[in-house]
């Protein structure tokens, strides 16, 4: 079984600063990860994926993430952030053989003027 | 375009009626989902199918029921055993399983009055 943590549940942050949003995982099995963005309101949209090779995957909107399977870390960065990207950010992780995913509880992403 | 449509957008229920989500998708995908959100608690799994006529049960099941006689098609049933079924519901398909993100639609709001 998988598991997703983001430790931060809110995380305010004034525009065209950076950004990080954690996320780890647990899983007895290879997995891929991903990210995905909600605006309110709205259903999900993918930012970005990981599913094998180079470590540091770039996506929609500017933003990047960076597989560590030592720290079993998926990291959200972007390097100056807009207020349009106030939303919800969810981290997610599906087994290499599996069905479904498994969804981390979300981190609020607050872009302040 | 192809995509998944969820409807009604937004949904009232009296206390004790079953009521009915639809959701349909045209991106020949096998995998379909249901997620219930609730706020702080991420994504939690009701439902889902792999093949037509075949559906397993999610982490939270009671109290919901799922058909899937078309693949295209995978209505939600909210039924009045539910006992607190105000929440924002997803649903998501993906194919083939595992490489894969799964694309979601826009959610249907359901509220209990």
């Known amino acids: 079984a998988q598991s997703v943590t983001q430790l931060d549940s809110q995380v305010p942050v004034f525009e065209e600063a950076p950004v990080e949003l954690r996320c780890n995982y647990s899983?007895?099995?290879?997995?891929?990860l991903f990210w995905y963005v909600q605006y309110p309101n709205q259903g999900l949209q993918l930012l970005l994926k990981y599913l094998s090779g180079s470590t540091l995957v770039k996506g929609i909107n500017g933003f990047e993430a960076e597989f560590n399977k030592s720290q079993t870390s998926f990291h959200l960065r972007k390097p100056s952030v807009h207020i349009s990207d106030t939303a919800e950010y969810f981290c997610a992780v599906s087994a290499r053989y599996g069905q479904n995913f498994v969804f981390g509880p979300g981190t609020r992403l607050s872009v302040l003027p | 375009d192809g995509g998944i449509t969820q409807s009604p957008k937004y949904l009232f229920r009296k206390e004790g009626q079953n009521v009915t989500l639809s959701c349909e998708q045209n991106l020949n995908h096998d995998a379909m989902y249901w997620y219930r959100q609730d706020p702080g608690q991420g994504l939690r799994l009701i439902y889902y199918?792999?093949?037509?006529?075949?559906?397993q049960k999610g982490d939270i099941a009671e109290g919901y029921s799922v058909s899937r006689e078309k693949k295209e098609s995978f209505p939600l049933t909210v039924t009045s055993a539910q006992k607190n079924p105000t929440a924002f519901y997803l649903c998501a398909s993906r194919s083939p399983p595992g490489a894969t993100e799964a694309f979601f639609g826009q959610g249907t709001r359901l509220t209990v009055v």
């Open positions: 899983s007895s099995v290879s997995v891929y």
């Open positions: 199918s792999q093949i037509v006529n075949d559906f």
